[in-house]
């Protein structure tokens, strides 16, 4: 008589499973707040997957996640609630940093303008793609940090100045966008994210600071 049937990859399939809808369950708790200690940090073998597609049209739990994503960006941009929580300051965030290996970023961008309150950007997206990029490369001056990452690493991490993207937004709507400079370079960090690639992986490892002349360096 066979009491049991033991298929090594249905058990594991189920185990993986279960341990991400913990994640996301936790994580999408009413009136939670996403916290450094939710992030997961290099090292970790989730930040190094290729994140799989979300089915669409996008279901309830991952449009939810993405609100809590773009509220931990907007809590952590907020000098008082940064500091009762304990958040450090970002601007763009993926979701397997939260150890969730799904093609879902956020992004915010502040205005440049103090008086400003209208964000230069605020999204979530779902499955984003890069359709289109210039042949121009751009790079920030003082280099890139990520939330996965305690500790500085110099170097210019050279992007594409221009992109074209398409994502779906938290409506379901198909979007298409063009981005360049500043905000065109936080979205390639992010879709970076959903490839299990790092920041520092663009950085060249010889020489940080050396870089082509036609490339431009941002402030
Ligand atoms: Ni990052």
């Known amino acids: 008589m066979q009491i049991c049937i033991i298929d090594d990859n249905l058990v594991n399939e189920n185990i993986g499973k279960d341990i991400f809808m913990n994640t996301l369950e936790h994580l999408i708790q009413d009136d939670y707040n996403i916290i450094m200690?939710?992030?997961i940090r290099e090292g970790h073998p989730t930040l190094r997957e290729v994140a799989t597609a979300?089915?669409?049209?996008?279901?309830?739990?991952?449009?939810?996640?993405?609100?809590?994503?773009?509220?931990?960006?907007e809590n952590s941009q907020d000098p008082d609630i940064a500091q009762e929580l304990d958040l450090r300051g970002g601007v763009g965030i993926a979701a397997p940093q939260l150890d969730i290996p799904k093609r879902i970023?956020?992004?915010?961008?502040?205005?440049?303008d103090e008086e400003s309150d209208e964000p230069k950007l605020?999204?979530?997206m779902f499955n984003p793609k890069v359709l289109s990029h210039s042949v121009q490369?751009?790079?920030?001056?003082?280099?890139?940090?990520?939330?996965?990452?305690?500790r500085e690493v110099p170097g210019y991490v050279v992007r594409a100045d221009r992109i074209t993207i398409t994502y779906t937004n938290m409506n379901n709507e198909k979007i298409k966008m063009k981005l360049r400079g500043y905000e065109a370079i936080v979205v390639q960090h992010e879709i970076d994210h959903l490839n299990g690639v790092m920041f520092f992986d663009h950085i060249n490892e010889e020489n940080p600071f050396a870089i082509n002349p036609d490339i431009k360096v941002i402030d």
């Open 122 to 124: 605020r999204e979530v």
């Open 37 to 39: 200690s939710d992030i």
């Open 54 to 73: 979300i089915v669409e049209p996008i279901s309830e739990e991952y449009i939810t996640l993405g609100k809590q994503m773009l509220q931990f960006l």
């Open 105 to 112: 970023m956020a992004v915010l961008i502040p205005s440049e």
């Open 137 to 150: 490369q751009t790079c920030l001056k003082d280099g890139e940090g990520c939330l996965s990452v305690d």
